[in-house]
């Protein structure tokens, strides 16, 4: 029993901070059709300003805001600086522009920061643990899948009840259109960046929470993941993603319980190889997104 | 109300109209007639800011909108309905009409008033007002995107091919529906290549032929000559 | 046809102007530095074969040019060595030994075989989901190669390659290589896919296969990239996995970019072009350390100038220098031109 709630609580957690990342990824790709490779980064920037902010006497709570603050900042830097000077030129173009940007922001990182890991302050919450039902759990676990259902039905509110979501979602389909109605471009294509700068703001501070150090490559990891479950899910549907994270969260989960330590750190060769047999399956992904939708 | 003089588009290195000239009067019910490829559609977009003008200028109640982009004319009072039927398909009826008043969506009261007009207006939309879009016929998505660019209280209506693709009995609804917006004194722009249907509602019309106007005069004069075939088969 | 000829042509000469030219100044580090850029030409023009033809973007090329490297370390370091650089090395294997440039073949074929299971079903993606799954295999190497440790000493270094690549042998293989692509390019399978990068649709309708043509343009580049790998491991003779990763990747996608992805011309630009850049850069760099100021402090001053420079060429020039023709057919053109004035 113990080991059945240790086991759904590692996979809620994991799977609710993944799901948060693909979210940010897809949000952006839903709407603009192009893949943001500097979306790991984001969550590097919310490391750094949590690193930054540690000399101050500013309450922590303070810190964490401004850390997704400046996550979402640098989300809007990245549309400005990568996106929007090639976004009408080509798919490849803003592809490399994004990788570019995101090489740019990991050297400036090495270069006035530091190559080497930071210590990032947390609450003493987040090292304690708990018992539930004999399973013993870290309470950042628990954090996390709070945070995850708490953030998960504020996007879905928004996606669905706010005329900027509906608008959003509107231009996802048919970007000339939603503009045909007075949607403005410019303003959908920031509030994604904003809103994807957001979620990588969160969840980077959760993720960091884990290890509690951060180091310029840190986000490799989240837009690896990220990548993997919005390929899983679907490349153009929200829930698509939420799914492909949880997904992902339960593979690599089953891995981390199954396999021996000598292939456990294959896993990720592993979990790549699903992958695979996924898309050999089902090529478009679990869900397939919107019906129409052409790039802008 | 809306005056193109020596309106030019590109698309790409063809050359897609020609220095057109025409305008449409206040409550006026203006067609513009032609074959496949004669440049309608491509005035219409330009027209609504979707495609760039090479040469030319387009006046909106003598207020210049040929650099306008698409969420600026809108704003300056034309709406436009696409040939392709625009619907958001994933998105219900209902968020569909709200997205049509975007720009007044400050105007909640407004916004309601006009809704029930437009559900008088078609009954339809009311009853599958929570289905999604794209779960509904034909016909009534092109009621739907008519009724969406109503909602945003336009002076001037761009109508692109409304009958593409419907059975004769839906077209003849949505002819219907035509009189009634222009009887309510709305001022209309309607591109079709149903010349009977079209010229049956409309006041003046003009005849598009590889990217320029070959004829123009009122409804009867169109109706009356006699190589209106010639130009629009030879289209 | 016969502005191939004439691109093959110059091409090759420029690779051996570079190859003459470091000779002539008789300086080991520019020694150093042609054979590198050789190298490094051999992968971005492999790279150009899957990338320029197909229009997608691959990030798991660096990945092939490890699994080349270790190939050809295993089967080329002496036998008494092994015990000391792989320990952990399977019974059988201890015994290997072939001449390099067997084991530069063996190299290719085992990066080409990879490449060809793993991406049969990778190419049937739509080009954003493909090229994020490309990304994920170039992890999916790393870390294969990062903790296969029987085979590649894991994390560590591994060290004891025989020295065999000098410069001459790095220029004879680059011209063999731009050689191949060029005929690639023109092949019917080259011609086919660059249709289909420019029409899926009407590609489709002229009968082309596309998941299957991508699929041999990637082992094709695969096995170049193997090829490089073992080519480069020879140079070096020792190294780890870090070397095969995401630092390596922008700097051969930068490269090939610059240039122009859609040429081999370009790609060979853009080699040399940045080539010359980064090592200038390093310079810079190694020199500000050695001040107080920098104090050892200054890394990815040269990352940073590449990234800015890559987003400028972005911008300004998407398709790269030489975005469309190649070299032969520019100066066929310019001929042409010159003779219908006069």
Redesign the interface.
Same mark, same amino acid.
């Given at each position: 029993m113990a080991f059945a709630i240790q086991f759904v609580i590692d996979v809620l957690s994991l799977g609710g901070a993944y799901a948060l990342m693909a979210l940010g990824l897809v949000i952006i790709y839903g709407i603009l059709r192009l893949v943001n490779f500097a979306y790991g980064e984001l969550i590097m920037v919310a490391g750094y300003t949590m690193y930054l902010s540690s000399g101050s006497s500013l309450p922590w709570l303070v810190m964490a805001v401004l850390a997704v603050g400046m996550a979402v900042l640098f989300g809007i830097l990245t549309d400005y600086a990568a996106f929007r000077p090639v976004r009408a030129k080509s798919v490849t173009a803003v592809l490399i522009t994004s990788f570019a940007f995101s090489n740019l922001l990991q050297n400036a990182a090495l270069l006035f920061i530091s190559p080497r890991p930071r210590n990032v302050p947390l609450p003493e919450i987040f090292s304690q643990t708990v018992s539930i039902g004999g399973a013993i759990t870290p309470v950042r676990n628990l954090i996390t899948i709070a945070a995850s259902i708490v953030l998960l039905a504020a996007v879905a509110f928004l996606m669905r009840k706010t005329t900027l979501g509906i608008a959003m979602r509107a231009a996802a389909t048919n970007f000339t259109m939603a503009r045909m109605l007075g949607v403005p471009a410019n303003l959908i294509i920031s509030s994604a960046f904003a809103l994807s700068g957001f979620l990588a703001g969160v969840v980077g501070i959760l993720w960091i929470g884990r290890i509690g150090t951060v180091v310029p490559g840190i986000g490799l990891e989240p837009l690896l993941v990220a990548f993997i479950a919005t390929v899983i899910g679907g490349m153009r549907s929200l829930p698509g993603a939420v799914v492909g994270g949880f997904l992902l969260a339960l593979i690599d989960t089953t891995l981390n319980y199954t396999l021996s330590q000598d292939l456990l750190k294959f896993r990720d060769a592993f979990t790549f190889s699903l992958v695979i047999l996924i898309l050999l399956w089902r090529p478009e992904g679990l869900i397939k997104g919107p019906a129409s939708g052409q790039r802008t | 109300m809306l005056e193109i003089t020596g309106l030019s588009i590109n698309y790409g290195a063809i050359r897609a109209v020609r220095g057109v000239s025409f305008s449409v009067g206040k409550g006026e019910l203006v067609s513009l007639l032609g074959a496949n490829g004669a440049g309608k559609s491509s005035t219409i977009k330009c027209i609504a800011g979707a495609l760039k003008a090479a040469e030319g200028s387009i006046l909106l109640e003598g207020r210049d909108i040929t650099a306008a982009n698409p969420e600026q004319v809108i704003r300056a009072g034309l709406a436009t309905v696409p040939e392709t039927r625009d619907v958001f398909p994933d998105l219900t009826v209902a968020e569909n009409l709200m997205l049509g008043a975007y720009i007044h969506r400050r105007d909640q009261v407004g916004n309601r008033q006009n809704l029930e007009k437009l559900h008088t207006l078609f009954p339809r939309l009311a009853e599958r007002s929570s289905q999604p879009a794209g779960t509904l016929s034909g016909g009534e998505q092109q009621m739907l995107v008519i009724a969406r660019a109503l909602m945003a209280r336009p002076s001037v209506l761009l109508l692109d091919e409304p009958s593409l693709g419907l059975a004769p009995a839906i077209v003849e609804r949505i002819f219907e529906m035509i009189e009634t917006l222009k009887k309510s004194g709305l001022t209309i722009l309607l591109v079709e290549q149903n010349v009977n249907q079209a010229l049956s509602v409309a006041d003046r019309a003009y005849v598009m032929r590889l990217g320029t106007i070959v004829a123009s005069g009122t409804a009867e004069e169109i109706r009356s000559t006699s190589d209106l075939s010639a130009h629009y088969l030879g289209g | 046809m016969k502005h191939a000829y004439l691109t093959a042509l110059i091409l090759i000469a420029v690779v051996a102007a570079l190859a003459v030219g470091s000779q002539l100044l008789g300086i080991r580090l520019y020694d150093r530095i042609a054979t590198n850029l050789l190298i490094s030409l051999v992968l971005v023009v492999g790279l150009q074969t899957f990338m320029g033809n197909s229009?997608l973007?691959s990030f798991a090329h660096i990945g092939f040019m490890g699994l080349g490297a270790y190939t050809s370390a295993v089967l080329t370091i002496p036998a008494q060595m092994k015990g000391m650089a792989l320990p952990d090395l399977y019974e059988f294997m201890t015994v290997l030994e072939v001449s390099p440039l067997l084991a530069m073949l063996a190299a290719g074929v085992v990066a080409a075989l990879v490449a060809a299971v793993?991406a049969y079903?990778?190419m049937?993606?739509?080009? !954003?989901?493909a090229?994020?799954?490309s990304?994920?295999?170039l992890?999916?190497l790393y870390?294969?190669m990062?903790?296969?440790s029987a085979l590649t000493n894991g994390p560590r270094t591994l060290f004891g390659l025989p020295k065999t690549t000098d410069m001459p042998i790095a220029a004879v293989v680059a011209a063999i290589v731009i050689v191949i692509a060029l005929l690639f390019k023109e092949s019917r399978t080259g011609k086919l896919l660059r249709a289909s990068r420019e029409d899926e649709v009407a590609a489709a309708a002229l009968g082309a296969n596309i998941p299957h043509l991508r699929w041999r343009a990637f082992i094709l580049a695969a096995f170049i990239a193997g090829v490089g790998g073992a080519l480069w491991g020879h140079f070096i003779t020792s190294f780890a996995p870090k070397a095969f990763y995401?630092k390596e990747t922008?700097l051969i996608?930068?490269m090939l970019?610059i240039g122009g !992805?859609n040429t081999v011309t370009g790609a060979v630009a853009g080699t040399i072009l940045v080539t010359f850049a980064y090592e200038g850069l390093r310079g810079t760099e190694g020199a500000l350390n050695a001040t107080a100021i920098g104090a050892g402090q200054?890394?990815?001053?040269t990352?940073?100038v590449?990234?800015?420079a890559?987003?400028a060429v972005?911008?300004v020039k998407?398709g790269g220098l030489f975005p469309n023709r190649e070299i032969g057919h520019i100066l066929t053109r310019t001929r042409r031109k010159k003779e219908i004035v006069s």
């Open positions: - | - | 229009g973007l793993v079903p990778l049937r993606l739509s080009d !954003a989901a090229v994020i799954t990304f994920a295999l992890v999916v870390t294969v990062n903790n296969w995401l922008f996608i930068t970019v !992805a200054v890394v990815g001053l990352e940073i590449l990234a800015l890559m987003i972005m911008i998407p």
